[in-house]
């Protein structure tokens, strides 16, 4: 009885310091896995610095931002945090090696410039300025400089030019125009002409973009569907968090059926998979689930 009490005691005891080992250990990883930590509260960032090999990147929102990537990082080290955010007392606990911030964002710069060095993005792709697919790759450079992955950012454009001509290549010759709508509900959509991602990729893709009016610094207006009537394009629907139904919706509201691609049957309906107004990597998802759905069958 008291040799099996001893033998007890004894497993409880290397269990117990077992743990106060492991938990050490494991204190030790986190805290140094953090210690290379970025935080980015903008989608486009946050997204190219992943692509970049950078490891945690802290994100608000980290649902959404999973939601617009299509879950793409959802297995990648990404930290939230918090909403409104970014939580303050989190940003000292983890303590970035730095923060960067888009343009729109420079309110904050003052704040959180308590925490770490703040730099911000000055290269934006967003600014309401054209060539928006040359300010994609300053952009991604600028990046790559300033989280010291200069390669990694060179590989990562060179790599997004070669799949884009690659996918250029599967684009018939004399394409209908497309016309690129995000349903906001049933009589009204954004619609994205120049200054957006989707148009600078549309170009890279020699594909042409039917919307001509005036378009905010992200590269899309507000209209009812009715300003969508007279426009001959192959429709081209970008799902949001509301887009559940997305073709019922159409099939039932006879407002659609007056827009010509509606009446041919040839609308193509896009997964949320991108960011629309994102960095490189939404780019690149935009465009192949776009060329991949061009070539899927119509039915009339």
Known sequence: MIFELITIYRILFKTIIAFFVFSGIHSTETQASTSSAVAAFDFPIAETLIELGVSPVMVKQRSSFNFWTGN???SSYVIETGLPGPNMEL???VSPSRILLAPWQTSQKTRLSSVA????VHSYPYTGEDDVWEHLLIFTYELGELVDQQQQANHLVQAAKNRLNSLRERVEKDCTPMLYVQLLDERHVRVFGENS???AVSQQLGLSNAWQGETNQWGYTQVSVENLFDIEARLVI???YNSAGIEEQIARTALWHYLPSVQRGDVVVLPSTFWIAGGLPSALRFAESLIEALEEP???
């Open 197 to 199: 991602m989707l148009n």
């Open 238 to 240: 970008i799902r949001s």
């Open 91 to 93: 940003l000292q606990k």
């Open 298 to 300: 119509t039915t009339p």
């Open 117 to 120: 060095p703040v730099n911000i």
């Open 72 to 74: 793409t990082y959802e």
